[in-house]
């Protein structure tokens, strides 16, 4: 399963966000386990998470306690992907108006950046490439972060 449903944060109470990230996941994700335990469980997560679960950040402390959860459940393996800055290609669109513009305007220079600095901004092309990886062949560890993502997507090319 490649779980990839998320929202933005921003504005958001914590209760809500919660309900969204991991209340929604781990229903799904608890569902999927329960049929089927042999199935590899990619979970995509973001940079800065927070798996402590003790930190400042709400967005952070919630998406670390999901990733925490689904580690417990019984997959045949779990990933947690965290990329940073993902650039969308071939036409994909974000449904935030405030990202969405972010990208629009920023466009040109992110795929510069990603270039320059592939740690820091990321294609979903790269994420997509990265998750057939490690679903096909693994990955190191579960939580699998950027500077990994690139890895793992440069093995599937």
């Not at 973001?46 to 919630?62: F, I, L, N, P």
């Not at 993902?86 to 669109?93: A, K």
Request: glycine share 8%.
């Amino acid at each position: 399963c490649f779980f990839c449903l998320g929202v933005s944060s921003a504005g958001m109470k914590e209760a809500r966000y919660t309900h969204l990230t991991y209340d929604l996941t781990l229903v799904a994700a608890s569902t999927l386990a329960r049929l089927n335990p042999q199935m590899t469980f990619i979970y995509v997560s973001g940079a800065g998470t927070d798996s402590s679960e003790a930190g400042k950040s709400m967005w952070a402390r919630v998406k670390g306690k999901t990733e925490n959860a689904l580690l417990r459940l019984p997959f045949k393996a779990v990933y947690l992907f965290r990329p940073g800055i993902i650039q969308p290609l071939h036409g994909v669109r974000s449904k935030t108006p405030l990202y969405q513009s972010f990208y629009s305007m920023l466009g040109p220079v992110l795929s510069f950046v990603r270039r320059l600095k592939p740690d820091w901004v990321v294609s979903t092309e790269t994420v997509g490439r990265a998750m057939l990886q490690a679903v096909s062949q693994g990955a190191p560890q579960p939580v699998v972060e950027q500077a990994q993502i690139n890895r793992l997507a440069a093995e599937r090319r």
